[in-house]
């Protein structure tokens, strides 16, 4: 039994979130220790919203709230919405949490002690209307690369160009609207993170096995332009991680709190020891989970994000961990996304543009989502949601190939023997071959989900469907039943047990659809498949089952069309 640690990129607090965001990184961490978990392995699962920075502040003032109120209640819809996906967190956290507080506050002290922190004098705006200096996303203007009129002080949100709020066209405050903006000095912390190039560089060249994706943004970082550049990690905000606490070994902090890049990475720790804080259990529960000194040694830790949080994982927080001097366990993997566009153009949170986690549950349940969005996830380059396409793969895949299954064998059933598995007749060479070819296949759909290779594992289960359907349709227990009824008997029993059989490997993908499943044939608990013939003999005769219901409808022109353009606009 492995140990591993599982990390998905924290959410910002500003929003419900888009599709795109739950496919770059919380749907295929879940699907990951949904099946580390099935297998045997302690699993350790958390995640966070991420609730300082700017977006933070800005949000709660469009909503006319406390930004600590507006966290509170956004936290909770997030904390739902994500139960309402099923994903699988151990703990689901906050980064404003007092346990996140004072790690940023403890890992901001040992590098200053370290000599890996400085304080710096620099220029920034500030707004004589607002009485404040502004931090990037505080700042808005006209994009000088494509004359975005939106474009915030650190990105163009149209164009993707990451900025500074001095290369801003008409610059204004995002605030009030005021133009009346002026560069006066400020004092930050800065992270020297030029000092851990090279200790960084050799922790990145050793992990051969990371995604190239992971791996050519790592560099791109380390390499273009000057190379790695030491990073202010305080801003002029009034919420979030005190930068002035007792015990600093600085002075002159007091204003500032530490850049939600710093502290939401931490906070990684922070919610595994809130998780401990949680269950009633000491430090020793969380810190085996986090310091090698104390039993992580022998934890494999894997994080899941989108390609835009690559930077901070693969250089920021590794360089906060590494230069504490302190033995706190590094990534071993580092699964990586690109980006799922919609129906023809971009996912936009700020636009309104595309389906929304709070939308997509109000129409469909959570399966028919995971599945067609891990199905279909960005691994290798971008990919695209069309409805037609969704429409198309729900109905294939989860109705007419599983679904239809499931209700054509206990319906079957129960009509020639009753609602218990039949007894009478042998299996014979098709059932030999179909053991044979599940085996294989099975050690396929293994190898795919260890290797997080998620598209080419939900073709592999895909497939192990399929199969059952095949040998269904071949062996054709209606018309065996005519003539020899314990033929019949014999490859419904077989039918029945594929039903657990395919309810254990498809729970990662679709876990309501496999409880539905297992329930239906009151085989609860049912573990993961070693020998594929003794799986398939599980349920002996005389076993009860009932008729499910349907597990899967199908997605009818009607409702494609009206979805589609329901979706096409900002919402409301």
């Known amino acids: 039994m492995a140990r591993i640690l599982i990390t998905s990129a924290l959410p910002y607090i500003n929003g419900i979130k888009h599709l795109g965001n739950l496919v ?49 209640e956004m936290h909770e819809v997030q904390a739902g919405l994500a139960s309402g ?13 007092r346990q996140n507080r004072e790690l940023t506050q403890h890992f901001a002290k040992k590098l200053w002690e370290n000599g ?40 163009c949100e149209n164009c993707t160009r990451q900025l500074e709020p001095t290369e801003l066209i008409e610059p204004r405050s995002a605030i009030s609207g005021s133009t009346d903006l002026e560069l006066r000095e400020t004092r930050h912390l800065y992270l020297l993170q030029s000092k851990l190039r090279d200790r960084l560089r050799d922790w990145i060249d050793s992990k051969q096995d990371w995604p190239v994706l992971t791996t050519s943004i790592a560099k791109k970082w380390l390499d273009d332009g000057e190379g790695l550049q030491d990073r202010g990690i305080t801003r002029d905000l009034t919420w979030g991680v ?4 007792p015990g600093a ?27 401990a804080e949680a269950q009633g259990l000491d430090d020793a529960a969380w810190r085996r989970w986090w310091r090698e000194d104390e039993g992580a040694g022998d934890v494999r830790y894997i994080q899941f994000m989108g390609k835009d949080n690559v930077p901070f994982h693969t250089l920021s927080f590794p360089a906060t961990l590494m230069g504490s001097g302190e033995p706190w366990k590094l990534v071993d993997y580092i699964k990586s996304f690109n980006y799922l566009n919609y129906d023809g153009g971009q996912f936009s949170t700020s636009q309104g543009r595309g389906v929304f986690m709070d939308q997509a549950l109000s129409i469909l349940p959570a399966d028919y989502w995971r599945w067609w969005l891990l199905s279909h996830v960005p691994e290798s380059s971008d990919s695209e949601f069309t409805w037609e396409n969704f429409q198309a793969s729900v109905n294939k895949d989860l109705a007419d190939v599983l679904g239809n299954f499931v209700s054509r064998v206990t319906k079957f059933c129960r009509a020639r023997f009753g609602e218990t598995v039949p007894e009478g007749g042998e299996w014979g060479e098709a059932e030999e071959a179909l053991i044979e070819e599940l085996s294989r296949r099975l050690k396929a759909y293994e190898a795919h989900m260890d290797a997080m290779e998620i598209r080419k594992a939900a073709s592999a289960l895909r497939a192990i469907w399929a199969a059952g359907n095949e040998y269904l349709q071949s062996a054709a227990p209606w018309a065996a039943f005519k003539e020899d009824p314990a033929r019949a008997a014999a490859i419904i029993r077989l039918a029945l047990n594929l039903i657990p059989f395919y309810a254990v490997l498809s729970a990662p993908f679709i ?53 589609q353009e329901r979706f096409a606009g900002k919402r409301e």
Do not use: N
Not at 27 to 35: E, K, S
Not at 117 to 132: F, P, V
Not at 242 to 245: E, I, K, L, R
């Open 511 to 563: 876990p309501d659809a496999a409880q539905a499943m297992l329930a239906a044939v009151k085989a609860e608990g049912t573990p993961w498949p070693g020998d594929v013939k003794e799986a398939l003999a599980a349920l002996p005769p005389g076993h009860a089952f009932t008729v499910p219901a349907v597990l899967f409808a199908k997605i009818s022109d009607e409702q494609r069309a009206e979805w």
């Open 24 to 72: 770059g990184s919380q749907l295929p961490a879940d699907l990951h220790a949904r099946y580390m978990r099935a297998r045997g392995h302690d699993v350790m699962f958390v995640c966070a919203t991420d609730e300082h920075g700017t977006p933070a502040e800005l949000a709660a003032a469009k909503a006319g709230k406390p930004v600590a109120e507006y966290c509170d």
């Open 116 to 155: 890996l922190m400085e304080i710096r004098t620099e220029r920034q705006m500030y707004s004589k209307a607002d009485g404040r200096f502004l931090p990037d996303r505080y700042v808005e203007g006209i994009c000088p690369e494509c004359g975005y009129e939106r474009a915030r002080g650190d990105q």
């Open 85 to 97: 996906f099923r994903l699988s967190f151990d703990h689901y956290g906050r980064s404003s949490s």
């Open 242 to 245: 005190p930068a002035q606490f």
């Open 249 to 275: 070994p600085w002075e002159g902090m007091e204003g500032k709190v530490f850049y939600v890049w710093f502290d939401a990475p931490i906070e990684y720790i922070g919610a595994t020891a809130e998780w």
